[in-house]
């Protein structure tokens, strides 16, 4: 453990900028949830309205968690944030574990640290007290939000407590997926796999019996339920596998060489595909896997949207202040609500469209760019190349939301045409969407430090403008900086082409900006 210490500071420092950021979305997410419930469900006449129609309700049961957090406004806080929540924390501590183990392995600097007087678990011991700190500044933040938004002190506690313990169980099981695979992504994959299994546990066994949820994270933070039983035991769970994951992780990072995993990853086939002769083909076969799981998993969110779209009407009549919240007010609901969903699944496909454009300043950054550049490829072609998955990839994973909206909500009311109109429904929205890819774009160009702050803060500035926009009251001419602003809300209002080929020139113009700063700078600068 020699060293962890100053690889503790160290790694603070790394993170000054990026931390930060995860703690404001997630302490943002809950304070807009607790605002919001606490207006709509003021009485407890409101209050059992809801219960009373989200009771029967198996789709938002499996969506959000159990009925008994009904029972309250803090426990219907938690019953409709406190999943969602726990799934960003989650990822934080992926990132937060992945990032200073293996990806520091990966690029070379693990190296380096390991040749001054460090133990040779010294930077696991620091990554796992960094990601301690982490998700106590999480509990601390929600505890803050909850308790300073009216909301019971002793559940709020308790509510930060859990969500912070989901993250710790999560830090702990990325710290043994990067001792046993060779690469960040394999790690990143497995431990994203284990997330999705535990929300489709939890959601299994909230609509059953419950014994499901038990063996999910996410269950047993929802298991405490706060704000109506205020149980703590049941966070004895993940204390204890916690323990036992960070106890595996370092035996298995005595088992394993500097920089190879336990699991040896396969080799390649003998000759390379044809498709892989270009910077177009290499491009798509980087990032083929992301695009993928971006698909299933909005196809999948989609369907989750649209099998409750049939019940909107009942849930609005029974709960008259959601209207309010609903683009155009009750007077269409249905499609009100199904604009509303689709907006939501719109900002998402924008996150992968700008995870797709930064994917370039990560070859960039690696040095894997440059034997591209070294052939008679162009920096042009080269950035077009990782150009074309974002915005193909974006099409493709719009088209999978709108196609599974569609489907649900056509088998909810028997109607199988809704799948056509949905898909062309989504696809309006994508103008929007690569205009927040092309401002990556322009990042990487001209300010490629600080092009993964830019493009992210692009997409959390047009999440807040579409979705709360209302709810703060924020003044016209900051909304009409969103390109979804301009956007017909589809299927509410119809899809006209000038606004979004409008759209699409801007978002043009802003990628070729983009390429001309990159023509005035050197690669890997």
């Known amino acids: 453990m020699t060293g962890a210490g100053g690889l503790l500071r160290f790694m603070l420092r790394r993170e000054r900028f990026a931390l930060p950021w995860w703690l404001a979305g997630a302490t943002l997410l809950v304070l807009v949830q607790s605002t919001q419930s606490q207006n709509l469900y003021d009485t407890p006449e409101d209050l059992a309205n809801l219960r009373r129609t989200l009771g029967g309700n198996t789709a938002v049961i499996a969506m959000s968690g159990p009925v008994r957090l009904l029972e309250t406004i803090g426990g219907e806080v938690a019953f409709e944030i406190l999943a969602f929540v726990s799934i960003l924390v989650a990822l934080m501590n992926m990132f937060l574990v992945g990032r200073h183990t ?19 678990a010294a930077t696991l011991a620091a990554v796992l007290g960094l990601a301690l700190l982490a998700n106590l500044a999480v509990a601390v933040l929600l505890f803050a939000v909850t308790a300073g938004t009216g909301l019971p002190p002793a559940g709020s506690v308790l509510f930060g407590v859990s969500v912070a313990a989901v993250g710790m169980t999560f830090a702990a099981l990325t710290a043994v997926a990067v001792q046993v695979f060779e690469s960040t992504r394999a790690a990143y994959g497995a431990v994203a796999l284990v997330l999705g299994a535990a929300f489709v546990l939890r959601a299994a066994g909230d609509v059953g019996s419950g014994a499901l949820s038990w063996v999910s994270p996410i269950g047993w933070a929802q298991r ?16 204890a596998l916690g323990a036992l994951l960070v106890t595996a992780a370092l035996a298995l990072l005595g088992r394993r060489d500097f920089g190879a995993g336990l699991v040896r990853p396969r080799p390649g086939r003998p000759s390379a595909s044809p498709a892989l002769g270009s910077p177009w ?139 056509p109109r949905l898909l062309g429904v989504a696809l309006g929205y994508l103008p929007a969407v690569l205009v927040v890819a092309a401002v990556a774009v322009l990042a990487i160009g001209w300010l490629p430090r600080a092009a993964a702050v830019v493009a992210w803060v692009a997409v959390a500035y047009c999440a807040v403008i579409a979705l709360f926009a209302e709810s703060f009251d924020l003044p016209g001419w900051l909304r009409r900086a969103s390109p979804f602003a301009h956007t017909p809300q589809a299927p509410l209002e119809a899809l006209t082409a000038t606004p979004l080929v409008l759209i699409a020139l801007v978002a043009v113009v802003v990628a070729i900006s983009g390429y001309a700063g990159l023509r005035r700078r050197d690669v890997g600068y």
């Open 224 to 239: 405490t339920f706060p704000f109506v039983d205020n149980r703590w035991w049941p966070l004895l769970v993940p204390v």
């Open 102 to 120: 293996r990806a520091d392995e990966e690029s070379g600097r693990a190296e380096l640290v390991r040749s001054a007087r460090v133990g040779r």
């Open 281 to 419: 083909g290499l491009a798509w076969r980087l990032q083929r896997g992301p695009v993928v799981g971006w698909a299933v998993g909005l196809f999948l969110l989609g369907a989750a949207y649209g099998s409750i779209g049939e019940s909107i009407e009942q849930y609005v009549a029974d709960n008259p202040e959601v209207a309010q919240f609903l683009p155009g007010g009750a007077a269409d609901m249905i499609n009100a609500y199904l604009a509303l969903t689709m907006t939501t699944l719109a900002l998402m496909t924008a996150a992968f469209g700008v995870t797709a454009a930064l994917r370039a300043r990560a070859e960039e950054t690696s040095g894997r760019a440059e034997p591209v550049l070294a052939t008679g490829t162009s920096r042009a072609t080269w950035l077009a190349s990782h150009l074309s998955v974002a915005v193909g990839g974006s099409a493709l994973v719009l088209a999978a939301a709108g196609a599974g909206q569609g489907l649900a909500y056509g088998l909810t009311v028997g109607d199988a045409n809704q799948v």
